[in-house]
């Protein structure tokens, strides 16, 4: 379901927006937000609730790892966008669930009439660590509403 009303997604929102996500705010386009579901470095795992303004998406990026390691996303508010490189665009809803290997160049955010939320899930593992690359140009994005 799409959610152009911030107040109406609030209340669909159930793992909540949190606060806004400056650590990484260089690699997004629009604003997004972190809502962490376990505290870093209690739990072997990272998982936190990431929201997404209309249109925000974060750059291209790789997850890497010596063993191990990738990403799951589960969508739980609203609608969005994951794309891995070469792939199609994969409309993402509510309930939808899409999993990045190690190695895979992607990128994932809201759709441009809708607030998005989805849980990520940093799968665990040796020398894991985030290549960030380009941003996602807004042509290309701006061409996915024809899509979506």
């Known amino acids: 379901m799409k959610y152009a009303d911030k107040n109406v997604f609030e209340n669909a929102n159930m793992f909540g927006t949190g606060v806004p996500n400056d650590k990484f705010a260089q690699y997004f386009t629009g604003d997004s ?13 990272f998982m936190a609730n990431v929201t997404f303004e209309p249109g925000c998406r974060n750059h291209w990026h790789v997850h890497h ?3 191990g390691g990738g990403q799951i996303l589960i969508c739980t508010a609203g609608e969005g966008w994951y794309q891995k490189d070469g792939e199609a665009p994969v409309s993402l809803k509510e309930g939808s669930i899409a ?3 190690t190695g895979v160049k992607h990128w994932h955010g809201a ?7 989805h849980i990520s899930v940093e799968i665990p593992g040796t020398n ?4 960030w690359l380009e ?3 807004d042509d290309y994005y ?4 024809e899509k979506g």
Do not use: C, M, Q
């Open 142 to 145: 701006d061409a996915l509403v």
């Open 111 to 117: 759709k441009a009439d809708s607030w998005f939320s």
């Open 135 to 137: 941003p996602v140009s």
């Open 33 to 45: 937000f972190l809502n962490f579901l376990v505290k870093p470095g209690e739990v072997p795992l």
């Open 99 to 101: 999993y990045i290997p």
């Open 65 to 67: 790892a010596e063993i």
């Open 128 to 131: 894991t660590r985030n290549e």
